[in-house]
T-cell receptor, first 113, second 111 residues
Framework: EAGVTQSPTHLIKTRGQQATLRCSPI?????VYWYQQALGLGLQFLLW???????NRGNFPPRFSGRQFPNYSSELNVNALELEDSALYLC????????????FGQGTRLTVV | DAKTTQPTSMDCAEGRAANLPCNHS???????VYWYRQIHSQGPQYIIH???NNETNEMASLIITEDRKSSTLILPHATLRDTAVYYC????????????FGTGTSLTVIP
């Protein structure tokens, strides 16, 4: 069974541009989580989607947004890119119930120059 | 915000058991303890989770104290490939069900 897949693996953008990152969850999983991990730092929670709705977001500015599609895949959009947005962006998926584990993809490395 | 406290780093000899402690003194009755690890900026890997009973799977064992204020992850026979950052996470029910990662324990397995 395929795990969580993220694309692209690497992305290089110029400051001020927009970036779109994509995530395909494990089949049957309805919840998708997005995290940001800056170099040498821990994982910071960004967004949680479940059944197509945004359920919660972390302490990030509105230029970080996303959506979840009817097939439960998700995309993260980052507008007006800043140098400090350079990070590894991780997506995880889980069943929609409370006490189940989440499985992570390998991430998208975003570099803003 | 993370509700757990872990040592910053630990060493373990290859082949020996690695015991990674975690304090979660404010855990609520319906909150589970999860363990993940992250190797070299790869995506975190799920290890194990539990509520109040000890749990064991093919990767590790999880020992939760009776008062649930602390737990220990045990890797029974550590290998070099177990070198990673290990995260102990309490899944907080009333803040949207997401996982909050703290700073974790950097485990180094020494040959």
């Amino acid at each position: 069974e395929a795990g969580v897949t993220q694309s692209p693996t690497h992305l290089i953008k110029t400051r001020g541009q927009q970036a779109t990152l994509r995530c395909s969850p494990i089949s049957g999983h309805t919840s998708v989580y997005w995290y940001q991990q800056a170099l040498g730092l821990g994982l910071q929670f960004l967004l949680w989607y479940d059944e197509g709705e945004e359920r919660n977001r972390g302490n990030f500015p509105p230029r970080f947004s996303g959506r979840q599609f009817p097939n439960y895949s998700s995309e993260l959009n980052v507008n007006a890119l800043e140098l400090e947005d350079s990070a590894l962006y991780l997506c995880a998926s889980s069943l929609g119930t409370f006490n189940t584990e989440a499985f992570f993809g390998q991430g998208t490395r975003l570099t803003v120059v | 915000d993370a509700k757990t406290t872990q040592p910053t780093s630990m060493d373990c000899a290859e082949g020996r058991a690695a015991n990674l402690p975690c304090n979660h003194s404010t855990i609520s009755g319906n909150e589970y303890v999860y363990w993940y690890r992250q190797i070299h900026s790869q995506g975190p890997q799920y290890i194990i989770h539990g509520l109040k009973n000890n749990e064991t799977n093919e990767m590790a064992s999880l020992i939760i104290t009776e008062d649930r204020k602390s737990s220990t992850l045990i890797l029974p026979h550590a290998t070099l490939r177990d070198t990673a950052v290990y995260y102990c996470i309490v899944r907080v029910a009333n803040t949207g069900n997401q996982f909050y990662f703290g700073t974790g324990t950097s485990l180094t397995v020494i040959p």
